[in-house]
């Protein structure tokens, strides 16, 4: 497996917390956000095609914007923002998308 798809900390650290929130409040995530996470947190080396599936994940994004809840409330946060933490947070985005960028390119070469 390529070393480059290993997450760095910043993403496995994400992961942890979004498992420990879905932990404690119950909500948050699929069983495959949930799954991913597992991985993620354990630093396990993901395929291009895990890769790609994180890059596309944006479904909890605009919840960011909403004003209907708190989002990353320490007491009560959003299910939305447990389930963005499974996917690695905003560094778990940029990893994805840098990565899925270079496969891409080497693909299309």
């Known amino acids: 497996m390529n070393p480059g798809l290993i997450p760095p900390a910043e993403v496995t650290a994400a992961a942890k917390r979004g498992l ?3 932990a404690k409040f119950r909500r948050g995530g699929t069983s495959v956000g ?3 996470a597992k991985e993620l947190a354990e630093r396990r080396p993901l395929s291009p095609r895990d890769v790609v599936a994180m890059s596309a994940y944006s479904r909890h994004e605009v ?6 809840h708190e989002w990353a409330g320490e007491t009560d ?3 939305g923002y447990i ?3 499974l996917w690695g947070d905003e560094p778990g985005r ?3 998308n840098s990565l899925t960028a270079r496969l891409n390119k080497t693909a299309a070469e």
């Open 94 to 96: 940029r990893w994805a």
């Open 34 to 36: 949930a799954h991913r």
């Open 83 to 85: 389930a963005w933490l």
């Open 20 to 22: 420990e929130l879905r």
């Open 63 to 68: 919840d960011k914007a909403s004003k209907s």
């Open 77 to 79: 946060p959003s299910a």
